[in-house]
C-alpha cells in the first residue's frame, strides 16, 4: 500500500538548534518526494522535492531508498520556520499526491 | 504573483444539502486537483481533472462528489448531498503540466455540514 508517515504531531525546538522532520513513505515503484510547508494563515506551498536536491530556507532532504525516508533537516531552526510540515509522495504515472499527517514544528526564542 | 483562489473561505450547510465549492486556478495552469482535510488529520487526494475530464480519483470520491470546470476560469467541487463527516477543509490546486512536479494551493474552504 502507498503511505506517507510522519510520526511526529508536535516537534518543538529552541532556536539555533538543529531540526530533523522524519518521513517514512511506503512505496513499491520509485518514489517522487516532496515537502509542503504552510505558515500560519497561509496556503500550503512546495518546500522542496527530492529531485532537485536543493535546499531552501536553509532546509535540506535526501532520499533513502534503503530506509524509505525522506526527513527534512536544518541545522540552526530560526523563529519564522514554525510552522505546519508535510511530506508528500506523487505516485508515478498517475496524477495522484499521498500526503503524510503533517508535523507542527514550534522554535522556541 | 498569480495565486489560486477558492470561494467561499467559510461555507456552513444543513445535512442533505448540496453544497458547491469555486476555485479559480492560475489561468496558464492544466491540471487541477482537490484535496480535503478532516480537522486533525491529514490531506486526502479526492481527483484530479485535466481536458475537461476526471484523470484520476479517490475512493472517497464517490457519486455524491462531482467537478467541472463549466467556464475557462472556474473549476467547482459539487457535492450532492452532504454528510456530517463531509465537515473539512477543501482545497484546490492546480500545476501547469502534469511534469512540473509542483501543485499551486489555494487557501481552502471550510465547509462545516450541521
Known amino acids: 500500500a502507498q503511505r506517507v508517515t510522519q510520526p511526529e504531531k508536535l516537534l518543538s525546538v529552541f532556536k539555533g538548534a538543529p531540526v530533523e522532520l522524519k518521513c517514512n513513505y511506503s512505496?513499491?515503484?520509485?518514489?517522487?518526494l516532496f515537502w509542503y510547508v504552510q505558515y500560519s494563515r497561509q496556503r500550503l506551498q512546495l518546500l522542496l522535492r527530492?529531485?532537485s536536491r536543493e535546499s531552501i530556507k536553509g532546509f535540506t532532504a535526501d532520499l533513502n531508498k534503503g530506509e524509505t525516508s525522506f526527513h527534512l533537516k536544518k541545522p540552526f531552526a530560526q523563529e519564522e520556520d514554525s510552522a505546519m510540515y508535510y511530506c508528500?509522495?506523487?505516485?508515478?504515472?498517475?496524477?495522484?499526491?499521498?500526503f503524510g499527517t503533517g508535523t507542527r514544528l514550534k522554535v522556541l526564542a | 504573483e498569480p495565486e489560486v483562489t477558492q470561494t467561499p473561505s467559510h461555507q456552513v450547510t444543513q445535512m442533505g444539502q448540496e453544497v458547491i465549492l469555486r476555485c479559480v486556478p492560475i489561468?496558464?495552469?492544466?491540471?487541477f486537483y482537490w484535496y480535503r482535510q478532516i480537522l486533525g488529520q491529514k490531506v486526502e487526494f479526492l481527483v484530479s481533472?485535466?481536458?475537461?475530464?476526471?484523470?484520476?480519483k479517490s475512493e472517497i470520491f464517490d457519486d455524491q462528489f462531482s467537478v467541472e470546470r463549466p467556464d475557462g476560469s472556474n473549476f467547482t467541487l459539487k457535492i450532492r448531498s452532504t454528510k456530517l463527516e463531509d465537515s473539512a477543509m477543501y482545497f484546490c490546486?492546480?500545476?501547469?503540466?502534469?511534469?512540473?512536479?509542483?501543485?499551486?494551493f489555494g487557501p481552502g474552504t471550510r465547509l462545516t455540514v450541521l
Open positions: 527530492h529531485i
Open positions: 508528500a509522495l506523487k505516485v508515478s504515472g498517475t496524477y495522484k499526491y499521498i
Open positions: 489561468s496558464n495552469h492544466l491540471y
Open positions: 490546486a492546480s500545476c501547469p503540466r502534469a511534469s512540473y512536479n509542483e501543485q499551486f
Open positions: 512505496y513499491s515503484g520509485s518514489p517522487e
Open positions: 481533472f485535466y481536458n475537461n475530464e476526471i484523470s484520476e
